[in-house]
């Protein structure tokens, strides 16, 4: 969902271990960040926010259910939307084949894609997203506070747990365990999420944008062990 201006400099550092087989995949789902470090996107605030149905006074939450897993997150939240959305804005991107009907707050904006993220992450207060390295890239690159939800080990092959696990230790997000995922866990760290919401992207920040190599250096290490 990355429209990307190219910038050759960011990939110099990993050069040589693009080339890797082992790292192939890993790459194929981080290599536009990469590219987007160095430029910046314009955006028209008017016509992109006509998109969206949002209450000035409230922050904005991004939820993501990622390719995988999505279907999960997205019926929890379902079942806590009317309470979220006395707190927040929500965009919440379902994934194809995924759309709720239903009757939602006003401010609750559900789609099942959206083909131009970056405006989205320029206002996003705060997001929910599974723990893939694109994902988190992304995250990180907008510094945005962000509760991440980890595949289980039981459906994957542990990679997201192992991301979340490095993000939290680092103070960069909090984190919800699939298997703690319930309606009434899932609406107290979101909520927990808007209290240390401002610790966490001051975190990220004091990385003055290296956040983003540090964490990807880390999953590329981490790639290599197992």
Request: charged share 20%.
């Given at each position: 969902?990355?429209?990307?201006?190219?910038?050759?400099?960011?990939?110099?550092?990993?050069?040589?271990?693009?080339?890797?087989?082992?790292?192939?995949?890993?790459?194929?789902?981080?290599?536009?960040?990469?590219?987007?470090?160095?430029?910046?996107?314009?955006?028209?605030?008017?016509?992109?926010?006509?998109?969206?149905?949002?209450?000035?006074?409230?922050?904005?939450?991004?939820?993501v259910g990622g390719s995988l897993g999505?279907?999960?997150?997205?019926?929890?939240?379902?079942?806590?939307?009317?309470?979220?959305?006395?707190?927040?804005?929500?965009?919440?991107?379902?994934?194809?084949?995924?759309?709720?009907?239903?009757?939602?707050?006003?401010?609750?904006?559900?789609?099942?894609?959206?083909?131009?993220?970056?405006?989205?992450?320029?206002?996003?207060?705060?997001?929910?997203?599974?723990?893939?390295?694109?994902?988190?890239?992304?995250?990180?690159?907008?510094?945005?506070?962000?509760?991440?939800?980890?595949?289980?080990?039981?459906?994957?092959?542990?990679?997201?747990?192992?991301?979340?696990?490095?993000?939290?230790?680092?103070?960069?997000?909090?984190?919800?365990?699939?298997?703690?995922?319930?309606?009434?866990?899932?609406?107290?760290?979101?909520?927990?999420?808007?209290?240390?919401?401002?610790?966490?992207?001051?975190?990220?920040?004091?990385?003055?944008?290296?956040?983003?190599?540090?964490?990807?250096?880390?999953?590329?290490?981490?790639?290599?062990?197992?």
């Amino acid at each position: 969902h990355l429209h990307l201006h190219c910038g050759a400099s960011p990939r110099k550092k990993y050069h040589s271990l693009i080339y890797n087989p082992l790292y192939v995949p890993l790459f194929l789902t981080i290599i536009g960040l990469l590219n987007v470090i160095d430029g910046k996107q314009n955006f028209d605030d008017k016509e992109k926010r006509s998109t969206f149905r949002f209450k000035p006074h409230l922050p904005i939450l991004l939820v993501v259910g990622g390719s995988l897993g999505a279907k999960t997150i997205n019926e929890t939240l379902i079942t806590i939307v009317d309470k979220l959305c006395e707190h927040f804005n929500i965009v919440h991107i379902v994934g194809r084949g995924n759309y709720s009907l239903g009757k939602f707050p006003i401010n609750y904006n559900q789609f099942e894609f959206i083909d131009d993220l970056g405006y989205v992450y320029s206002v996003a207060n705060y997001a929910v997203s599974r723990a893939g390295a694109n994902a988190i890239a992304e995250l990180l690159y907008h510094n945005i506070p962000m509760l991440l939800i980890p595949l289980s080990k039981k459906v994957s092959r542990g990679d997201q747990e192992q991301n979340a696990k490095m993000l939290k230790e680092k103070g960069y997000c909090n984190v919800l365990y699939s298997d703690n995922l319930t309606p009434q866990n899932l609406y107290n760290e979101i909520m927990f999420l808007k209290q240390t919401g401002n610790e966490i992207k001051q975190k990220q920040q004091k990385q003055n944008g290296n956040a983003v190599y540090s964490v990807m250096e880390q999953i590329v290490k981490t790639a290599k062990i197992t």
